[in-house]
Antibody, heavy 118, light 107 residues
Framework: QVHLVQSGAEVKKPGASVKVSCKAS????????MYWVRQAPGQGLECMGW????????KYAQKFQGRVTMTRDTSTSTAYMELSRLRSDDTAVYYC???????????WGQGTLVTVSS | DIQMTQSPSSLSASVGDRVTITCRAS??????LNWYQQKLGKAPKLLIY???SLQSGVPSRFSGSGSGTDFTLTISNLQPEDFATYYC?????????FGQGTKLEIK
């Protein structure tokens, strides 16, 4: 069965960077897009962008352009999301989610809490 | 970017009730509309995709309808485990925007 397992919680200082991993299993990693979605405390869901693990093409939401980098390692079926120049309002749970082209997010990781605090 | 607007933002209902949540897109998205359920501290779970298709394993009391810009999620015969927050999402274009959520609470 499909599983997306994310790395553990992180605490970072403002201005630092964080890199969250998402290890996929139970399906062909290169056959689906991987999206990253975040949720600030008590808030809704915000899509940050996606990576096509097959082509290594990425697309980021305008809001995160210049600060986010999504990568993948096909040898380990792992996707990564790195967010730089962290601010306090980047404190959120970050999720990876799988989707076929134009399809829904049918499987999600368990979420990674990133806390940005001085 | 496509904006998704859900209503109501919160809703109180009783076990056994039938409830409807609406979602409106800022432009036509055909049937590229999905619904998710999120419980506290958990990742969202896909309920409905392509506006009206039930995801495998989801109870048939959940149903979706609509096309173009206006969509609805209906939950019939509410069960205790249905009290959660519900989000719509468009998959017509990037960024894949979500509605702001509807919190369904027990009356």
């Amino acid at each position: 069965q499909v599983h997306l397992v994310q790395s553990g919680a992180e605490v970072k200082k403002p201005g630092a960077s964080v890199k969250v991993s998402c290890k996929a299993s139970g399906y062909t990693f290169t056959g689906y897009y991987m999206y990253w979605v975040r949720q600030a405390p008590g808030q809704g869901l915000e899509c940050m962008g996606w990576i096509n693990p097959n082509s290594d093409v990425t697309k980021y939401a305008q809001k995160f352009q210049g600060r986010v980098t999504m990568t993948r390692d096909t040898s380990t079926s792992t996707a990564y999301m790195e967010l730089s120049r962290l601010r306090s309002d980047d404190t959120a749970v970050y999720y990876c989610a799988r989707a076929a082209a134009a399809g829904p997010f049918d499987f999600w990781g368990q979420g990674t809490l990133v806390t940005v605090s001085s | 970017d496509i904006q998704m607007t859900q209503s109501p933002s919160s809703l109180s209902a009783s076990v056994g009730d039938r409830v409807t949540i609406t979602c409106r897109a800022s432009q036509s998205i055909s049937s590229y509309l999905n619904w998710y359920q999120q419980k506290l501290g958990k990742a969202p779970k896909l309920l409905i995709y392509a506006a009206s298709s039930l995801q495998s394993g989801v109870p048939s009391r959940f149903s979706g309808s609509g096309s173009g810009t206006d969509f609805t999620l209906t939950i019939s015969n509410l069960q205790p485990e249905d009290f959660a927050t519900y989000y719509c999402q468009q998959s017509y274009s990037t960024p894949r925007s979500f509605g702001q959520g509807t919190k369904l609470e027990i009356k």
